[in-house]
C-alpha cells in the first residue's frame, strides 16, 4: 500500500514538471531583484568649501544626516571641495551632471545671474532669522527654485550663519570717510559697488589668498566670514583692527545644489528625505556656527584686536548707496526685482510685530529701505 501511494505521488509531479515550475518561479524572481537594485542610490557631491575653511562643516554633516536617514540603499559619497572641481566651476559640474549635487554659495554666481547675489547675501539685507522665516514661509523657497530652475537645477537650502565679522585689517575704520582709497578684499558684485561709492577699491581674492595678501600689504583690509571662520583661516595673527558691524552680510545661506535630472530620478520619499534632512542642517548649522563664534570673539580679543564701530549715520550712507544699486539691478533683471521685492515685502510686513516685540524678537527693522513700489514696477 505504501510503494503504491508512493509512487502514485511520485507519478503526479514527474521530472519535467518539477523543471518547469523551477524556471517559471526564477523567470518572476529575476526581475524582482533587479528592481531592489535599482533602487539603490549611489550619489556624489562636492562643495565650493576648501578642507582649510570651517564652512564645510555644512556639507558634511549634511551628508551624515542623509546617509544616516537613506540606509544602505541611499548613500551620498562626499569630496571635499577642490578635489574634484575647482570652486567656481562647481555650478556647471552639477548643471551638467559630472556631479550629481554640491554645496554652494549663491554669491559665487552673479556671473550666471545677479539675482543668486540676493539669494546668497545682501547687504543690509535680510539676517539669518529673516532668511528662515523668508524661505519657509514667505515664498523664499519657490524663488530660489525659479531662479536655479533656469539652469537645470535644484536648490535646497541647507545651511547658514548670522552676521559676518566685518572689515578686518591694520588700520582702523571708524568712520566710512577711513574707507577713502582703502584695498580691501570683499565679495559680492553690488557690494563692490557700494565699496566703490565709500570710496574703496574692492579686491577679489579667493579666501585661500587672504592671509598671505594681508601679510604682505598686498590689500588693506579684507572681510572674510562670521568668526569662527576668520579665526580657523589665522586672520588674527596679523590684523590689528576690527570693523563692525558687518554691513556687506548680515547672515549668509548655502545650499544644496542637484542635478534636475537626478532629482526627478528620486521616488516622492526621497526627495522628502532630502528636503527634511537639509531643513535640519539649516538649523544645525545656525547653532554650530554661533556657538563656535563665542570662542572665536575671545581669542580675537585675547590676541589684541581692536574693535571698531560705524554709528547710525555712516550704515545710513550706507544703505541710501544699497538702494540706489538695488533699484539698478532690479531695472536691468527681472528675476533680482522679484526676489528683491519679495525680500523687502516680507521686512515691510514684519516690522510692525518686531517694533512691538521689542528688544525680545529677532534681527532688525530697516528704517530706509528701497521704494518698493519703484521694485514693484520693475518686475515684467
Known sequence: MRNEIGERKHSMFPKWTILIILSVFFCFSAPVDATAKEKRVRLKMSSVWSSGIQLIEVDRHFVKL??????????????????????????????????DMGGDWGGYWPGKDEAFNIIGSHPLGLTIHDYIIWIYQGGGFELIQE???KHGLVALPFGGHGSESGIRGNKPINSVDDIQGMKIRMGGKLQGKVLKDLGGVQVNLAGSEVYQA???????????????????MGLQEITKYWASPAWHAPSAIFSVIINKKVWDGFTSEQQEMLKTAAMANFLWSCTFFEYQNIAATKSFLESGVEITKLNDSDLAKIQQSVNKHTLDVCKKNPLFA???????????????????????????????????????????
Do not use: C
Request: charged share 20%; hydrophobic share 40%; no cysteine.
Open 214 to 232: 594681508l601679510e604682505k600689504g598686498v590689500i588693506d583690509a579684507s572681510e572674510y566670514n562670521i568668526p569662527s571662520v576668520d579665526r580657523v
Open 147 to 149: 531662479a536655479y530652475g
Open 338 to 380: 522679484k526676489i528683491a521685492y519679495s525680500q523687502y515685502k516680507f521686512l515691510q510686513d514684519f516690522s510692525q510685530w518686531r517694533e512691538i516685540a521689542g528688544p525680545f524678537s529677532h534681527g532688525r527693522n530697516v528704517t530706509a529701505p528701497p521704494d518698493l513700489e519703484a521694485i514693484k514696477a520693475t518686475i515684467k
Open 66 to 99: 542623509v546617509n544616516n536617514m537613506g540606509g544602505k540603499n541611499f548613500q551620498i559619497k562626499f569630496f571635499d571641495g577642490g578635489t574634484m572641481v575647482p570652486a567656481f566651476e562647481l555650478f556647471d559640474t552639477v548643471a551638467n551632471g559630472t556631479l
